[in-house]
């Protein structure tokens, strides 16, 4: 087995393919696509990332089926219908302003699997089934309520509901969340405490445990939108297989300053592991701001951060299919791209303008993990 990361040229895109293949029939893909063209316009640039997603289908990707996308978009109120219009594969998406850095309009990151089967539940939640697991993924679930805090209570209230029909709660299925905040230095205050109190009434307490999150600035469409949540569940998950890192000699728990999710959730199957690590800063185990106004030296520490989450799951940077990472400010993006270029090369991930939720935050990253284990006493995926 070995994890291949392969970059591809397109006319005017490119693509960063991460490819796990333990020789098992499920294999993954994380792909990062971006235009690679910034003075096309939004039409010419979402059609050259499609036409390269749809060219990768027949080739790298072949036999591969799309299970999550996140659409990263410069302005969701002028782009996101075309986008919906435009892109019909049958998986949960995605669509977020949050304005790819490099000067284009729109990237995507994708996540596909072979030999899985996907529908659409009861629930409303996309279903990818293989062997006794069923996958369940949601994107852009949103409302109309008031204020940030009613429509992530609202939120919370609906996605329950799904999993209750899906026979699973959110204490013991749900694995990630996120959620994009509309000026998140106004409105994070409110999805914070509407996740502190619905948590609290589903027993998820310091005590037992939370969930993997990432809370981040980002727009919807609609301005009225305020709070919006993606989501990721398993069906059929054991609590045998789910651990949560902390990486103490680093970083302290979210709880020590009133917000509640874990830093890292690690899922062991029988045949590999999948890691998720939230949101994360340039912190450290007190909770203080590390390195404050200091683009360089925040960004080492995040890796830092990130790397010893990693570590506790017995993975390395090595084992990472994909990176998100978010910048507040814009004239930050020279300096961490090329940081990112030199430390990263070949892995997918995309940089865009989200501020984090304190604003001496200047950058954040989250990532996704995967790693061939044998553990014959667990389930196959």
Not at 31 to 51: C, G, K, N, W, Y
Not at 238 to 250: G, I, K, M, N
Not at 280 to 301: L, W
Request: hydrophobic share 40%; net charge negative.
């Amino acid at each position: 087995m070995q994890n291949k990361e392969q970059h591809i040229q397109f006319a005017n895109a490119f693509a960063d393919i991460f490819e796990f293949d333990n020789q098992t029939e499920v294999r993954e893909y994380h792909v990062m696509i971006h235009a690679s063209a910034p003075r096309q316009t939004f039409s010419q640039q979402l059609e050259a990332v499609l036409d390269a997603y749809g060219q990768m289908l027949e080739g790298p990707l072949r036999g591969a089926q799309a299970v999550f996308k996140r659409f990263f978009l410069s302005d969701a109120a002028n782009q996101a219908d075309e986008v919906v219009a435009s892109d019909v594969t049958d998986c949960a998406k995605s669509i977020v302003e949050q304005p790819p850095l490099d000067g284009t309009k729109v990237a995507l990151w994708c996540y596909l699997m072979t030999s899985v089967y996907t529908s659409i539940g009861t629930s409303g939640l996309y279903e990818v089934r293989h062997g006794q697991f069923r996958h369940l993924w949601n994107g852009s679930a949103h409302n109309m309520a008031a204020n940030s805090e009613y429509q992530t209570r609202l939120l919370f209230n609906e996605y329950n509901m799904q999993l209750l029909q899906e026979g699973c709660t959110m204490k013991d299925n749900c694995v990630r969340t996120w959620f994009f905040v509309h000026d998140v230095d106004l409105n994070y205050g409110g999805v914070v405490r509407a996740r502190n109190q619905f948590f609290f009434t589903q027993g998820l307490t310091v005590n037992t445990h939370f969930i993997s999150s990432t809370g981040i600035g980002g727009r919807q469409q609609d301005p009225n939108v305020l709070s919006q949540m993606d989501n990721y569940a398993i069906a059929g998950l054991q609590p045998e297989q789910r651990r949560f890192l902390y990486a103490a000699t680093h970083l302290n728990r979210t709880s020590d300053y009133g917000v509640s999710f874990e830093r890292g959730t690690c899922i062991d199957y029988a045949d590999r592991r999948h890691v998720f690590i939230s949101g994360t800063a340039s912190i450290n185990n007190k909770g203080e701001i590390m390195y404050a106004k200091d683009i360089v030296r925040q960004a080492h520490r995040v890796w830092e951060n990130v790397e010893a989450l990693l570590s506790e799951a017995g993975c390395t940077y090595d084992d990472v299919a994909e990176m998100v990472v978010y910048l507040r400010d814009l004239a930050d993006f020279i300096v961490v791209s090329d940081l990112y270029k030199e430390r990263f090369p070949g892995k997918p991930y995309v940089i865009v303008h989200a501020p984090v939720c304190r604003p001496g935050w200047l950058i954040e990253m989250e990532c996704m993990a995967v790693k061939s284990v044998k553990q014959p006493s667990l389930p196959t995926f």
